[in-house]
C-alpha cells in the first residue's frame, strides 16, 4: 500500500495565495496545452486532457483561459512546443523528491532545478534513483467533519477505490489512475467536499524529517514548485505541520 500525500495535504491545508494563482493558471495552461497536442482537443476521447480540465475547474480558470490552451495544443492557435521531463534527487535528511516538468528550454530547467536542489541542502539525482519509491494513484482528501466515516467508505469503495483510510483529521481516498473519475464523480454526486482531488504519485513508505532539516525540506518543496519549468513536485518526506505553520 501506498505512503501517505503528506506534501500534497499539507499544501491545500496551507491554502493558495492570490499572488501564486498566476502560477497555478500558467501550469495548468502548459498541461492542457501538451494533454491536447498529444491526446487532441475532445475531453471525452483524451483522458488526460479531461483530468487537467477537471483540475482547472477546481481552480476557478476561465473557460476562455481553457478553450485557448486547447486551441493551441491542437495547432488551431499559435503556440509553444514544451518538452515533457522527469527529474529525481534528494532532499534534506535524504529524503526522496520526484518532479515532473514541462519547458520550452530543457536546458535552461535543468539549470534552474539542479541550483534549487543544491542552494537547499538538496541534490539532483541520476534518472532511476527515487523513481521506484513512488506509485501512481488518483488521491482525494475529505476533511473529517464533513462526512462519516461509514457512509464515505460505502460511497467510495462501491465506485472502485481501493482503500479509505484517516490520516490527521481527514479520510484519505486511493484510487488507480483509471478509477479516479468514477469515484470523483461518487463523490460530487453524495455532494462531498474535498480538500484535496488528483492524480498523483503516492510514495510506497515515508521519511520522518524533523526540526532544520523538516524547514529545509519546506522550503526546497517551495522552491521547486515556484520554478516556472517545473510542474508538479512530490516527496515522500513526512513533515510536521507545525513545521509548515511557523513558516
Known sequence: MSGHSKWSSIKHKKGATDAKR??????????????????????????????????????????????????KGTGELEGVNYEESTYEGYGPGGAAVLLESLTDNKNRAVADIRHIFSKNNGNLGENGCVAWMFDKKGYFAVEKSAVDEDSLMEIAIEAGAEDVREDNGSFEIITE????????????????????????????????LEGKQ??????????????????????????????????
Request: proline share 6%.
Open 22 to 71: 498566476g502560477k497555478i493558471f500558467s501550469k495548468l495552461i502548459k498541461e492542457i496545452t501538451v494533454a491536447a497536442r498529444m491526446g487532441g482537443g475532445d475531453p471525452d476521447s483524451n483522458p488526460r486532457l479531461r483530468t487537467v480540465i477537471l483540475t482547472a475547474k477546481s481552480e476557478n480558470m476561465p473557460k476562455d483561459n481553457m478553450e485557448r490552451a486547447i486551441k
Open 177 to 208: 489512475p483509471e478509477d479516479f473519475e468514477s469515484v470523483k464523480a461518487a463523490i460530487d454526486q453524495a455532494s462531498i467536499p474535498y480538500i484535496d482531488a488528483e492524480i498523483t504519485m503516492l510514495p510506497q513508505s515515508t521519511t520522518n
Open 214 to 247: 523538516a524547514a529545509q525540506m519546506v522550503k526546497l518543496m517551495e522552491a521547486l514548485e515556484d520554478c516556472d519549468d517545473v510542474q508538479r513536485v512530490y516527496t515522500n518526506a513526512d513533515i510536521p505541520e507545525e513545521i509548515v505553520n511557523n513558516m
